[in-house]
């Protein structure tokens, strides 16, 4: 099974502060990754898919990189409506997919 | 516009079963593959299963392989997921959710239920 760890598993920011999340792999997953938002009480909701590309609809504040077993979301300015849980996701072993444990970014 | 409404959560005790419906509209429902992913309370997301778009293929997590079972019905747009055998374990909010590509899954998930709670308990 691909392990994936997210950190930090907290990040306290303020808005208009950029945020950096990185999620690792424990072997090479390609480019096969996904970042989800899920806010509370609410569904997750797709934020990239193949590491870098932005669905639909997701605000170009938004920007996901990395290959291989390093990854990393970075929202370049924190808007209130973006404190949220964050979930990396891999699909290079499917069907047994694997999601990270998750990074909750907060209000500091 | 897309939605995914699930039903048949409830509590239920453990060695029973349970049965998930999850009734979709606003796209081709036949031409999706469709997957479960369910969350534990307090806890992250874990995949289930997914079924191809035809039926014909079906997959599921070690962890529920042999006790649940995923399946359709594209004349009602539905996905079902059969779930026998429940462990305490097994409580969580079963989410369905749409696969991101027409007919050929990659396993990415654009659109979500709200989501239907299990609870396994006696």
């Known amino acids: 099974e691909i392990v994936l760890t997210q950190s930090p598993a907290t990040l306290s920011l303020s808005p208009g502060e950029r945020a950096t999340l990185s999620c690792r792999a424990s072997?090479?997953?390609?480019?096969?990754l996904a970042w989800y938002q899920q806010k509370p009480g609410q569904a997750p909701r797709l934020l990239f898919y193949d590491a870098s590309n932005r669905a639909t609809g997701i605000p170009a504040r938004f920007s996901g990189s990395g290959s291989g077993t390093d990854f990393t979301l970075t929202i370049s300015s924190l808007e209130p409506e973006d404190f949220a849980v964050y979930y990396c996701q891999q699909r290079r072993s499917w069907p047994a997919l694997t999601f990270g444990g998750g990074t909750k970014v907060e209000i500091k | 516009q897309v939605q995914l409404v699930e039903s048949g959560g409830g509590v239920v005790q453990p060695g029973r079963s349970l049965r998930l419906s999850c009734t979709a509209s606003?796209?081709?429902?036949?031409?999706?593959?469709m997957h479960w992913v369910r969350q534990a309370p307090g806890k992250g997301l874990e995949w289930v299963a997914v079924i191809a778009n035809d039926g014909n293929d079906k997959y599921q997590a070690d962890s529920v392989k042999g006790r649940f079972t995923i399946s359709r019905d594209n004349s009602k747009n539905t996905v079902y997921l059969q779930m026998n055998s429940l462990r305490a374990e097994d409580t969580a909010v079963y989410y369905c959710?749409?696969?991101?590509?027409?007919?050929?899954?990659?396993?990415?998930?654009?659109?979500w239920g709200q989501g239907t709670l299990v609870t396994v308990s006696s």
């Open positions: 959710a749409r696969d991101r590509k027409v007919a050929a899954a990659d396993y990415y998930f654009d659109y």
């Open positions: 606003g796209f081709t429902f036949s031409s999706y593959p």
């Open positions: 072997q090479s997953v390609s480019s096969y």
